[in-house]
């Protein structure tokens, strides 16, 4: 009879239990299970969380899944170079990444060096969506692995590939990653205009 | 800092180990002939095969279903030819022996007769020993190359077990051994080596299929004709004009000598070797006008010059396989290339 047996009828029957449950020993043979080892569904189940993959179904997102590729980077380790030619776009599938541009900052007072840090992404966030649509992608700035991170991957030719096979998953991929792209460009006309404001405010103070 | 040196360390042993791994493989592809030729060969086929399992997985059909349903359309559709063709090529090869003395007795007299013309017109006489080392090679290289076929056919018989097998895991795995290769790549090379190696397989694949469909229209234009012309050996010399049609410039040339050289040590100058030189040249010109110009040139995109000189190296190398492979080897080449160029001056 099973451990786990043995207790339930003890616990049916009233009967005293034993001082200490096994809860290690429990545990072991309950993770020992063949189907509970594998984290085969945890990448969809990742990308069921990302809001602009949101008009995916279930089944959709699995096949997507086998499209991307997993790549594990180190503490401080460079996703890619600013100037870089790019093909990729990556989720943040654990950890953390700093998006960096331009040259280094050197601070006057302390002589220290730092780099033109813009943004740290994290889980479920997303960066190098250009990559896929443009010709010649060069990236916009630098992508450094903080405190080394995982990273799922999809590339140029993996699109190619789900346009050939999947067009109705490439369809919406491709939509989810121009709705990004017209998130960004949105907020960029904003900060346009409101940069222009200022500017002709600023002209305005200086000619009065 | 230190984390920052361990990494760059790692990295650069994982760069190491896996240029290590490309090389020991394409050194035991090229040590070990008997594996790697059906194992080439089956990739070549699995090339021209694999767009039709997207196709039809487009359609509906499971990824399991659709590589079955291609893989036993290709084994029905080959096996029949196979059936009829290699008993046929086996036995005009055994055949063609007994007509090379003719061709030989042929071409000698040929040869007497133009050098006694020269000698009477400019009074020089041309040293037969060019002549006779030119015939004797030629006799030497196509008798080897004959007596090889049946040889070839044997281990052709071998091949059509395993290269079978190997295309259907190619279909079935492809994409599993694809990604756990991918899995190797370190991160600093990843996305350029991944691009890269796509384009070039893609662009590989383009160009074995264009290549595959122009031969075989040269080699059906060339068998259907000869042998409405009832010339013996059609299938031979279709055969012959088929796989030399890979050949960019040269081969065209070398799949109508030995026909030409046949009909006129069999027929003389009359109207069936007309018929056999027109005959040729119509399915040159079907090739260089209409096959040529929609399928192949719009994939590999290479000057002229660079291909002569391709084929020139290539031969050198390797002969005749050397002169078929050097127009892919050199488009890789060219890939590379530009994709350093890009690396290098996009960033000014």
Known sequence: MSYEKEISE???????????????????????NPIMGKKVDSIPKFLRKIEVLKNFTENELRILAK????????????????????VGFYFIYSGYTDLVVGEEIKNEATGERKPGHIITLEKYDYFGELALLQQNSTRNATAISRQGCDLLGLFKPDVDQLI??????????????????????FSLTREVQELKYKISTMENNASS | MPAVNQTGKREKIKLVFFFLILIIFTLLLLLMPRVSTPLIFGYVIYL????????????????????????SSLIFFSTYPFIKIVPTISSEVENIQYYVPK???????????????????????????????????????????????????????????????????????????????????????????????????RKLGDYIFAKFVEASIVGLIITSGLLIMEVRFA??????????????????????????????????????????????????????????????????????????VSVILGSQ???IVGMIVSIPVAAAFRLILDEVYKEIYQDN
């Open chain 1, 67 to 86: 499209f991307l590729h997993l790549r594990k980077f180190n503490a401080g380790e460079r996703i890619f170079n600013q100037g870089e030619l790019g």
């Open chain 1, 164 to 185: 050939n096979i999947y067009p109705l998953i490439a369809a919406k991929l491709l939509q989810s990653v121009s709705l990004i792209v017209a998130n960004r460009l």
């Open chain 2, 235 to 308: 299938l031979l010399f279709g055969i012959i004009a088929a796989v030399t049609n890979i050949i960019p410039y040269v081969g065209p040339v070398l799949g109508f000598v030995p026909a030409s050289l046949f009909a006129f040590a069999e027929y003389g100058y009359g109207t069936t070797s007309g018929a056999i030189i027109t005959l040729y040249l119509i399915a040159n010109a079907i090739d260089m006008a209409l096959v040529f110009p929609i399928l192949v040139s719009k994939i590999v995109d290479l000057h002229p010059l660079t291909v002569v």
């Open chain 2, 103 to 201: 061709i030989e007795g042929f071409v000698t007299k040929k040869y007497k007769e133009l050098k006694y013309e020269v000698k009477d017109k400019t009074s020089y006489e041309i040293d037969d020993k060019y002549f006779y080392e030119a015939v004797d090679w030629v006799k030497n290289t196509s008798g080897s190359v004959l007596l090889n076929v049946p040889n070839f056919l044997a281990s052709f018989l071998e091949w059509i077990f395993l290269i079978p097998l190997i295309v259907f895991f190619l279909l079935k795995d492809g994409r599993s051994f694809k990604r756990s290769f991918l899995r190797l790549i370190p991160n600093s090379v990843f996305e350029r080596f991944y691009h890269l190696s796509y384009q070039f397989n």
């Open chain 2, 48 to 71: 021209i095969i694999n767009p039709a399992v997207p196709a039809l997985e487009k359609l509906g059909v499971n990824r399991l279903g659709s590589i079955l349903i291609v893989f």
């Open chain 1, 10 to 32: 003890k616990i049916d029957k009233n009967e005293p239990l034993p001082e200490k449950l096994e809860i290690s020993v429990l545990k072991y043979f309950w993770q020992s």
């Open chain 2, 317 to 319: 190398w390797l002969g």
